[in-house]
């Protein structure tokens, strides 16, 4: 018989919910990578395909992807096994379930180290160390071979110790806090970057339309996959946050919402940093340079340039936390669920993989080869098969109910055509794509 509800608990309620979901979602990628995109790909004129991805991926995507967690009412081996099951395969969906989990853990571990150098730049912003030296000297410092051991195992210590004691709670109290924080804090920053001198020049960058850049097949190619990765459409971490989600919540409607609200934390991001880049004429990047190198020396030239950083690395620490309880938790529910783990047996296992790996991997090309691997391979893999095992494995009949519950309207009916026939296609096209361009995410 079905559980009404998760030995973990459940979210207090859909905005709770919602909260927890766009921590997730929010993320390095919105900060480093689509500023950039944005205005390397048509500006304005990009807006177009990549909100149109955003939406499709947001409606099919990531509601089957909670649904499943609801309907399973566990995490990622479970949902596949319950997948499987209706083919009398369970013992293949069992198998199958490790790619996605294993790209959730892929992610957590390069992400830890990220997230160990962010907080190093912060502790340096408070010092005034970032600020009283060559930028790329103190990034080089951080991302040499355990370069900043003692921020990466702060930060996983971090992470275990609120996942070990509060469960659902911790995440979603976690999450109402340092989300809205983090929205505060950029548009504090925004605001403050539109009053400097040439700020107009990165709003150009950002808004001005390039329509011919739609005629490019790399445009949507970007669009596409800066959509897709931006949302953690990973067929492992929304369906454990899916599994914490009361019967009497509309999932479609929570999942646009996560959306809208993950747009809106990307496209804070490009007001808050592009203008203050174009002002102090820094050469425009992507990528960790844009974060330890580019911005850190226009925080050199600007008034109350230690203050902006403080704030800067304080925001990005948020954004960063939240999308990393959600690559834990999906691993630690799943060593709950199907190995019986004790709760805090299952996180410090968690946290010393995390290190035992990571910690080889803290040199900057080391770790972006990793990520790399993980997000070109592993990570489109275990999307495409949590599409394939939701849509036509477990199969729509099954899927629509769940996903009909806590609804006083009935689902689209396109909703079935856009998941079976436009989503589960396009994640094998993220994953190909992917291939050939080394990376669209």
Known sequence: MRQSQHRNGVFSSSIGFVIACVGSAVGLGNIWMFPYRLGQYGGAAFLIPYLLFTFLFGWVGLSAEFAIGRLARTGTIGSYELCFAERGKKKAGFALSWIPLLGSLGIAIGYAIILGWVLRALFGSVSGAVLSQEPAAFFSGATGSFGSWPWHIAVIVLVCFLLTFGMTKIIEKCSKILMPLFFVLFLFLSVWVAFLPGAAEGYRFLFIPDWSALLRVDTWVMAMGQAFFSLSITGSGMIVYGAYLDDSADIPKASLRTAFFDTCAALLSGLAIMPAVFSFQVEVTSGPALMFITLPTVFQKMPFGQVFAIIFFISVFFAGITSLINMFEAVIESLQHRFHFPRKAAALLCGALTLFVGIWL??????????????????????????????YVLGWGKISAELQKGRTRPLSRLFPVAGRFVYVPLTVLVLILGLLYGGIG
């Open 362 to 391: 803290e040199a900057e090309p080391a770790v972006g080869s990793w990520l790399d691997f993980v997000t070109i391979v592993i990570v489109p893999i275990g999307a495409v098969l949590g599409a394939i095992s939701i849509y």
